[in-house]
């Protein structure tokens, strides 16, 4: 059974710091190009950032130099490492596998900025 679980959003401060994990299980991770997507409320599904089965990454203009995307094919999981936040990076994050047409997505965890 394909499992993609999402963990470590919450409520930061404007400049703070989150760490977000995603835990695959039942497909062979190193295989799979990994991305972390965002969805705000009335707003579509954006990418975030991803990472290639090579390690190459990739970043929205908005997030760039503050967040990094990273994985441990030893764990199954990948990472994104959050700085700087902004009230406007408030959103759902998932986390997708994709191996050409094959993609399998997590459930979501809230991430909010707000003082």
């Known amino acids: 059974q394909v499992q993609l679980v999402e963990s470590g959003g919450g409520l930061v401060q404007p400049g703070g710091s989150l760490r977000l994990s995603c835990a695959a299980s039942?497909?062979?991770?190193?295989?799979?190009?990994m991305s972390w997507y965002r969805q705000a409320p009335g707003k579509e599904r954006e990418l975030v950032a991803s990472?290639?089965?090579?390690?190459?990454?990739g970043y929205a203009d908005s997030v760039k130099g503050r967040f990094t995307i990273s994985r441990d094919n030893a764990k199954n999981t990948v990472y994104l490492q959050m700085n700087s936040l902004k009230p406007e990076d408030t959103a759902v994050y998932y986390c997708?596998?994709?191996?050409?047409?094959?993609?399998?997505w997590g459930q979501g965890t809230q991430v909010t900025v707000s003082s």
């Open positions: 997708k596998g994709r191996l050409q047409s094959l993609n399998y």
């Open positions: 039942g497909f062979t991770f190193s295989s799979y190009h």
């Open positions: 990472i290639t089965t090579s390690g190459s990454t």
